[in-house]
């Protein structure tokens, strides 16, 4: 069945199930969604979603990177959406590495960034937010109109093509743009043979594998160690 995915990825609590409470009853009325939410021990947003009425799975992925959880899951993921003749899937991911980016070329990948957590935050959310197509600005009602402004310039400078969208998501202003936006992005008749927008980080260290013990004679496998010439005198 031809569908949109739609991923919405971001730090955590910077606000992703607050926009898509009031996103989701705006795409229902055109389209037929069901949401997926990935976290790594618990999460309760499943009856957020249960409570207006969509199909909803939560993935939780216990000790593994959920990023890397939730690529590995994308070909179920796409056959539990078929198996609910649903033709958009919502993806809620668990907003930790900030380094990861599980967007493919044929999703239409979002970042949600918290406005009030630093002007600076955009430098440190990596390929999310290089990657991604849309950039949602939640809490702006909890910051001047002159850090919005330097929050936005820092996130064109690093990503000048993504559509950038000011959302409250205690009241849900702004979020009918992005609903608009979002129902007028193409749709994508097959997922077969789509490919990663950006590599995963490199592994396997000893710690990934379960070891506990600290020390350069227990370390195995890609590491990384600190440049202490670059160190301040």
Known sequence: MPKRILLF?????????AVLRWLLPLL???????VCKID??????????????????????????PDHFL?????ELFAWADNRQCDTLVIETAGLCHRCSPATQRMIAGCVLDCTASCKTPDKLGPMLTQADFIVLTKIDMVSQAELEIISWN???????????RVD?????????????LLESEVCR??????????????????????????AAFQQ?????IDFGEANP
């Open 190 to 215: 097959s997922f077969e043979g789509d490919t990663l927008r950006h590599t995963m980080p490199s592994g396997i260290c000893s710690y990934c594998v379960g070891e506990t013990r600290v020390g």
């Open 40 to 65: 790594c021990l618990h999460s309760d947003d499943a009856a957020v979603y249960g409570r207006l009425g969509l199909p909803c799975v939560t993935g939780l992925s216990g000790d593994i990177c």
């Open 155 to 165: 996130i064109r400078r690093l990503n000048p093509s993504a559509v950038l969208f």
């Open 28 to 34: 229902s009325g055109r389209t037929h969604p069901c």
């Open 9 to 17: 990825s971001g730090a955590s609590a910077c606000g992703k199930t």
């Open 221 to 225: 496998g890609i590491i990384g160690k």
């Open 71 to 75: 690529v590995s899951n994308l070909p």
């Open 169 to 181: 998501g205690l009241v849900g202003y702004g979020v009918d743009l992005l609903a608009d936006w």
